[in-house]
């Protein structure tokens, strides 16, 4: 089993809609947890941080069950600029280096 | 210094070459680590540092990889008798960890993009 897992998509929506993405990983003993977006050929940015009680940045919502170990993100009134790929990202162990699901892509289109 | 640079951007070369890549992290970050990135794939963890000492590396590092960080600012990632299939995009990242070991500030490069042909 993939330490991290995503829906890879692509997710096809119209501006305006609201989108979820899911992630579920494998090591219970994991403590910290993000999404990054990147976009085409670029690196991957810091989108938002995910906290246990569920944490909201605007639009995006990020929530985290830890008995399921499943993270989600959710993007309302979706725009244009959103299209890219989401990266669920988990820290692993104590070294502090960066565990990547493969990533899902969100295209928006008007 | 605004943030992590790598060098060279691109870097095509003939297999069988070996290949030389440059990060120069955020100044206030101890820590240093490589990631490699295919097609379609999330980044993948090579190896990383803690000032200059080379703290893990991953399975995916075999022997013709070689990293190095030598004053604990820096750090070169090599390549020898490049494969086909080490055409990936090979990005830096840097952050800063705490007394708690909680580590802050994770900020990656832009990548270096190597094709091998």
């Known amino acids: 089993r993939k330490e991290v897992e995503q829906d890879p998509g692509p997710f096809n929506v119209p501006e305006g809609a609201t989108v979820a993405f899911n992630c579920t990983y494998s090591n219970s003993a994991s403590q910290s947890f993000f999404w990054y977006r990147q976009d085409c050929r670029k690196e991957p940015k810091l989108l938002m941080s995910v906290y246990s009680s569920g944490n909201e940045d605007g639009r995006f919502t990020a929530q985290l069950n830890r008995a399921s170990q499943y993270i989600s993100l959710l993007i309302r009134d979706s725009k244009l600029s959103d299209s890219a790929t989401y990266l669920c990202?988990?820290?692993?162990?104590?070294?502090?280096?960066?565990?990547f699901g493969k990533g899902t892509k969100l295209s928006v289109k008007p | 210094d605004t943030g992590v640079s790598q060098d060279p951007r691109h870097k095509i070369t003939k297999r069988g070459q070996n290949v030389t890549f440059r990060c120069d992290p955020i100044s206030e970050h101890n820590r240093l680590y490589w990631y490699r990135q295919t097609l379609g794939q999330g980044p993948e963890f090579l190896t990383y540092f803690q000032n200059e000492a080379q703290l893990e590396k991953s399975r995916l590092l075999s022997d013709r990889f070689s990293a190095e960080r030598p004053k604990g600012s820096f750090s070169t990632l090599e390549i020898q008798r490049t494969e086909q299939g080490d055409s990936a995009m090979y990005l830096c990242?840097?952050?800063?960890?705490?007394?708690?070991?909680?580590?802050?500030?994770?900020?990656f490069g832009s990548g270096t993009r190597l094709t091998v042909v």
């Open positions: 990242a840097s952050s800063f960890l705490g007394d708690g070991l909680e580590a802050y500030g994770y900020t």
């Open positions: 990202v988990v820290i692993g162990g104590s070294q502090g280096n960066l565990i």
